[in-house]
């Protein structure tokens, strides 16, 4: 573990106390609290300087809490309880205004083949993404295409929601 890096992975956390908060909030950059029990990310308001959240495995909704973050360029939020696309965006955008790298495979909201969704339905999941959260370079760990990009707006528009 770098210094600038805070592993947490692996507890059954549902928030990170004071005391972790106040030694590491002012120097981490990259958190990883994967296979944990958070259901919202208040816990991380001390955090001034993260560029990278790592929640995979946990039970986010799309109603989690948190304040503005805008250092914050990568947040994955894959395998937790995402259902409701339009509101977990609106939450995107509200909180990580400058996140270029999303990856939220095997939620609800996220159709794949890994979780039942039709190629039709991972398509437009992709395009709403796309089209709402503007400065997306990554989305599931695939780049953004042009084409990609002008298909999405074409169909939603484009706007931060």
Do not use: C, W
């Not at 990259?30 to 495995?57: A, C, E, H, P, Y």
């Not at 991972?122 to 990554?138: E, T």
């Amino acid at each position: 573990m770098s210094k600038h890096h805070l592993d947490l992975s692996g507890g059954a956390r549902a928030e990170l106390d004071g005391g972790t908060v106040a030694k590491f909030g002012r120097v981490t950059r990259i958190l990883d609290i994967s296979n944990n029990n958070f259901t919202d990310l208040v816990s991380l308001r001390g955090f001034k300087q993260l560029t990278t959240i790592v929640v995979d495995d946990n039970k986010i909704t799309e109603k989690f809490l948190l304040d503005p973050m805008p250092t914050v360029t990568s947040f994955s939020v894959n395998r937790n309880r995402i259902a409701k696309l339009p509101t977990f965006v609106t939450h995107i955008n509200k909180y990580f205004p400058n996140l270029n790298m999303l990856s939220m495979m095997d939620n609800p909201a996220a159709p794949s083949f890994f979780n039942g969704g039709s190629k039709s339905d991972h398509r437009d999941y992709r395009h709403y993404v796309i089209a709402h959260v503007i400065n997306l370079v990554f989305l599931d760990a695939v780049t953004v295409s042009q084409s990609e990009r002008e298909e999405a707006t074409a169909k939603y528009g484009s706007k931060n929601i």
